[in-house]
Structure formats: structure tokens, C-alpha cells
């Protein structure tokens, strides 16, 4: 039995395809004129399409570490990287992608007359944005490198806008990279003025303790005043015991006793005066310590911000690339489109797939009553 149904199967299978083969081949003429006439229709029309060329670029992203004076100066810790990473290739791609890039080439090539949009009406900068993109293409490829396509009814136009985009996609990038180091030679500049006006003020403090205390040389001060006090001190002790030892003599020395006392009384006064500066000097010393301390430190800090700030500007002086081209944008020899002969099959094939579906179908429901299935009987 099931030999029996396999056979049934088999045969059943066979009648369909005779079947179709059948209804195909009664119909042949339509199907091959069909297909003829899609060849010769699709042929005019490809025929009549615009040739178009195109042109191609490519290069890779630079990484930011290039134009970082830490790392131009030698002071990083680490080497810097000559490709960008992922981060960079999409920096690049935005760029490439951005209406400043597309308005810049637009108005750089007079597009608008290239492609005959009128700039003044009022969906013209949408209209020609448009159709630039149509004819624009960045991608990333697995290496890692951009490529820039741009195609054009013109080789040479095509070559000078991949050109011109990719020269422009550089200083966009670099602008970028600028306007970083900008910001920080603007913090530099500040913190700089704000440091300066800390030195003067500290330096003001330091000219009114100097004044007030008569400290201009503490290490030098302290030894010569502390020296002379001793001495001074040593002086006196030894004319007093010499007064006392002249009075002790009787009347016979009192000249010598007048003139030790007046020795006496000098010595006396010139400890005390040096007494009262050596007050003075040490009640003023832990405040000159302090803001010498303090002004020495800003000052340190300050040739610190000044030397960056010298870096800094001379990365920004700088040319550095932000893309490494790899292949210029030559003028292409070959049009890249249409493919007419591929056009032509393909609406062949069509035509044909369609043509069969149709005539089958057509044969399959050609006795049903469409009407009563309209109205549901």
C-alpha cells in the first residue's frame, strides 16, 4: 500500500509540473514577448540614465596625543599614539557627516547651479543637501581606515569635492583639537593674572613687614643683632665691675669713676636699644617666615603656569594634521553607474518571474466566478 501511494504521490507530482510546463509553453509567446519588450523598454531607459564617475579617498584619524604638550614635550608617561581608536574614527565620521562639511562644498562648488536647484527658495538648502548626500559617502572599513566616495556627472568635479572634503574634514578636526587647547590656554591666562595679583599683594606684605620691623636679611639680621647684644652685654658687665672696682679706690679715682659711668650709662642705653630690635625683629620674623614661605610657593607655581602655558600655545601654534591621508582622491577613469547591462537583465528577469506568476494564476482561477465570490455565494 504505501508503494501504491508513493507511486499516487509521484504521479501526481508529475501531472502538476506537466501541467505547468504545459500552460507555460501555450503562453509562450506572450511571455517572450513580454520579456522582449521589458529588454528593449528597460535598454532605452538605462540608455537615457546619467553617467556618473566617482572618485575616492582614503586615510585615517590621527590620535589627539599628538597635539597634547605633555606628550610633545616629552613630560607624559606614557608613549602617544600615532592612529586614533574608536572614539577618534567617530569624531572623524561625524565631521565628515556634518551639515557644516556639506554647506562648506556646496558653497565652495556652486552646487546649487550643478545640480540646477534654486538657492533662493525655500527648500533649496534642503533640496541640495539632498541630493549631495545621495552622491556622498563615508564609511569605516574593517582596517580601520575612512573612505570617502563622491560621485559626480563630472570625473574631475568629483576628484577636486573628495579632495576638498577630505582637506576640510582635517580642519574641522583640528579646529576641534584647537578649540580644546584654546580653553586651556584661557584658564592659564587667568589662573596666571590671578597668581600675579597674589604675588604683588604678597609681595606689598612682605615690604610692609620689612618696614615696620626692619627686617631685610632675617638669617644675616638674626646673627648680627643677636651678636651684638652679647657683646654689647659683655661690655657693660665688664665697665660695671670696673665702675665698682673705681669706687671701691676711693676719691683718688673718681675721674675714672665718671668716665665708666658715662661708659656705663652708653653701654646701658645701647643694649637697650638693641634689646628693642632684636624684640622687634623676632616679634615680625614668624610673619616674614610665613608669607616668604607662601610667596615662594606662588612664585614657583606661577613660572610652573607660566612654563605650560608657553607649551601650550606653541601645540596650538602647531600643524598637526588630524587625519593621515592614504590615497588620494585621482580623477576615476570608469563610471561606477549605471550597470546597464545588469539593469537590462535584471527587468528581464522580472518581467519573466511576473509574467509566470500571472499566467499560472491566470489559468488556475480563469473559471471561477469571481462575481458570486464578490457577493459571498
Known sequence: MEHTRENLTSSGTKTDLVDVLRTLFKWKKLIVA??????VGSAIIVLLLPVYYKATTTFYAISPDQSTPELIFGEGLNAPQLYGNENDIDRILTISQSDE?????VDSFNLYEHYDIDPNSLRGLFYVRRQFNGLYEVTKDKRDAIQLDMEDRDPELAAKIATAARFRINELGQALIKKTQQRSITTYLQTIASKEEQLKTLSDTLERIRRDYG??????????LTSLASSTETQLSSHIAKLEAYKAMGNRFRDSVAIFEVRVAGLQEELNLVNNRLAKFNEGLSSMYLYTRQYQEANTSLSYDKERLKQYQAAYSADIPALIPIEEAGVPLVKSRPLRTLLVLAAVFVTFLFTVIGVLLYEAYQDVDWKAVYQGK
Open 215 to 224: 627686617i631685610f636679611n632675617t638669617e644675616a639680621q638674626s646673627e648680627s
Open 101 to 105: 562639511l556639506i554647506d562648506f562644498l
Open 34 to 39: 513580454s520579456c522582449i519588450a521589458a529588454g
